[in-house]
Nanobody, 123 residues
Framework: VQLQESGGGSVQPGGSLTLSCTGS????????MAWYRQVQGNECAMVSS???????HYVDSVKGRFTISRDNVKNALHLHMNNLKPEDTSVYYC??????????????????WGQGTQVTVST
């Protein structure tokens, strides 16, 4: 499996979740990793990215609440999400080798995408 997400689920507003991603892209790859989420229809927007050199980037809406990290021993990528809001509800995708501004078709032919994991934030 190239990439596989886990850790999605349902949580109340203000709660926390940690998404994890494993797969051969993390074991063998040296590309920028990123988390995307579905925003409208089949379009996805990047939430956070992490370069091989350790540089991270976050979209404004999640700054201060989400943290991206990589465990090179376990070959895993994580997205720690705190103070979750209803607007964070979406399908989240782990990706390799795709960093775009704006939106991109979810699971596009560019880069490597996982299957996605649902995050639901509601009372």
């Amino acid at each position: 499996v190239q990439l596989q997400e886990s850790g999605g689920g349902s949580v109340q507003p203000g709660g926390s979740l940690t998404l994890s991603c494993t797969g051969s892209e993390l074991t063998n790859g040296k590309r920028t990793m990123a988390w995307y989420r579905q925003v409208q229809g089949n379009e996805c927007a990047m939430v956070s990215s992490l370069t091989q050199e350790g540089r991270s980037h976050y979209v404004d809406s999640v700054k201060g609440r989400f943290t991206i990290s990589r465990d090179n021993v376990k070959n895993a990528l994580h997205l720690h999400m705190n103070n979750l809001k209803p607007e964070d509800t979406s399908v989240y995708y782990c990706t390799s080798g795709i960093v775009v501004t704006g939106t991109v078709t979810c699971r596009a032919a560019v880069g490597v995408w996982g299957q996605g994991t649902q995050v639901t934030v509601s009372t």
